[in-house]
């Protein structure tokens, strides 16, 4: 609190950490309603991200009050039309549902640890519900996964809107914008692909997952990357050029203050992170390696991070007000706060990765064997039929000839 | 023994998800009791609340509908389906 910029480190974090968080539920539920066979191995690591990443950056909004026990006059004052509140809220509904919509995929993979005697073996008895894989549950759990699967893309994508509506609601040049709910929400799925792709390949290496994690969901995920990165490049560009070609004075200082000024540095390193490199790596089928891809998903993973500075702190910077200009530099607890919060993430994985199957076991399974049924019916539908069930075209017509 | 324990802790799990669900829906009416008393924008304040309380709803009912499906459909003596899940 000893510097103008009051909305730091933290908010940065939290708009950062929500915004990976888009990489789980969205990206399986997407990939799970359009039936992409190739999904099967990658969606329980998605929304394993989703569920850390939402509980780290949901807290950072609680370390910015400086006094934690104040978040309780949310319960007590809240004023339910002010966007904070409807962050709270779209934020709670999002964890709630995709800790629902991790766990429900989870269940016959737990009953399979439970059957085989893993300790804890209360914990697993405890989380499988009686599950034993009859028709009635499997009908019932397949239902809820739906619903589920339905109701968490619209969620998802109001969480990152409302988030930008804290900053566009108000009249701070450089926020008030009426296309921060897409972008916000384009810069998301960004940086939860990526997210995602350096979380695959560092557990593909650690637990030898080549046999599950193959080049081909390496490609796709990377053609995705590809695609968000030139939609995000086109919003920010969409962004900038309206601002500039305004000219309003308060709108060109703080724009200026990020293409010129002390935030140059960032803003230009955003640009190349998040654009020029994956459109220079990833468009070239040559290129579209593992080690590659994985330098590419990093970058955008800072660089999308520098996204969120980019917009979060200039503006605060240059007050609207008549006061001095303020560079921000964060102090040594933002930075041990957010150090803190990475190592968070990754504990958190190791954690579940330890107790739970990292891939989804029966959706492999279920992959497998869906795979043989679909190929034989699709044989069978161009094979000639077979003639000891039905009477050959060519005796019937013989006969009548004759 | 411990079943009885696990069993105990699993209606307790759904119990404290209603608890949660049953916060929420406890505090948008006092959220728009506040936005009476204040005469604050009262209209924005129903329609938030509109949006929110289906989705924490759905959530907890979903989880529920699970629960007591999985419960009255266990048949562990004889399973028939094959996936997703089955024990070869």
């Known amino acids: 609190m000893n510097q103008p910029v009051s909305w730091g480190f933290y908010i940065i974090n939290f708009v950062f950490f929500i915004g990976i968080s888009h990489a789980g539920t969205l990206i399986s539920a997407i990939l799970r309603l359009n039936h992409a066979e190739w999904r099967r191995p990658i969606t329980r690591m998605a929304e394993v991200i989703t569920a850390i990443v939402l509980a780290i950056g949901g807290l950072h909004p609680i370390i910015d009050l400086g006094r934690p026990d104040r978040i309780l006059n949310i319960f007590k004052w809240g004023r339910l039309q002010s966007p904070l509140l409807w962050d709270v809220m779209s934020i709670t509904a999002y964890f709630a549902a995709s800790t629902v919509y991790l766990y429900l995929p989870l269940i016959p993979d737990i009953a399979r640890l439970r059957d085989r005697g893993t300790r804890p073996h209360w914990l697993y008895e405890f989380l499988s519900w009686n599950w034993h894989a009859t028709p009635r549950q499997v009908h019932v759990l397949s239902r809820a996964m739906n619903l589920l699967m339905i109701l968490v893309i619209p969620i998802a994508v109001s969480v990152h809107t409302v988030i930008s509506y804290i900053f566009a609601m108000t009249l701070e040049p450089g926020w008030h914008s009426t296309i921060f709910g897409p972008y916000f929400v384009a810069g998301a799925i960004f940086s939860g692909i990526a997210a995602l792709l350096v979380v695959m390949i560092v557990f593909r290496k650690v637990y030898h997952l080549e046999g599950y994690l193959k080049q081909v969901h390496f490609a796709n995920l990377s053609k995705l990357l590809l695609a968000m990165s030139a939609i995000w490049f086109y919003l920010t560009f969409s962004e900038y050029l309206t601002g500039f070609f305004g000219h309003e004075p308060s709108e060109l200082s703080v724009m200026m203050f990020k293409l010129t000024g002390p935030y140059a540095v960032p803003f230009w390193l955003m640009i190349f992170l998040n654009f020029i490199v994956p459109v220079a790596l990833l468009s070239r089928r040559a290129t579209r390696t593992i080690p590659v891809i994985l330098v590419v998903s990093i970058g955008i993973v800072v660089g999308m991070w520098l996204e969120r500075l980019i917009i979060v702190v200039p503006s605060l910077s240059v007050p609207f007000a008549d006061f001095p200009r303020h560079p921000y530099w964060p102090s040594l607890t933002e930075i041990s706060l957010f150090a803190a919060a990475v190592s968070a993430f990754c504990l958190g994985f190791m954690i579940f990765a330890k107790f739970f199957p990292i891939i989804s076991i029966w959706e492999i399974e279920e992959g497998r064997k869906a795979a043989v049924l679909e190929t034989s019916e699709r044989v069978a539908s161009y094979q000639p039929d077979d003639p000891r069930d039905e009477e050959p075209v060519g005796g019937a017509l013989a006969e009548e000839a004759g | ?88």
């Open chain 2, 1 to 88: 023994m411990q079943r009885n324990w696990i069993t105990a802790l699993q209606y307790l799990s759904i119990c404290l998800m209603w608890f949660f669900a049953a916060g929420i829906l406890i505090l948008i009416p006092w959220l728009i009791s506040v936005a009476v008393r204040w005469h604050d924008a009262l209209n924005w304040t129903l329609v938030i609340s509109l949006v929110m309380t289906p989705v924490y709803l759905t959530v907890a009912g979903t989880l529920t509908y699970v629960f007591i499906g999985l419960r009255r459909g266990a048949e562990p003596e004889e399973p028939t389906a094959p996936a997703p899940g089955r024990i070869e």
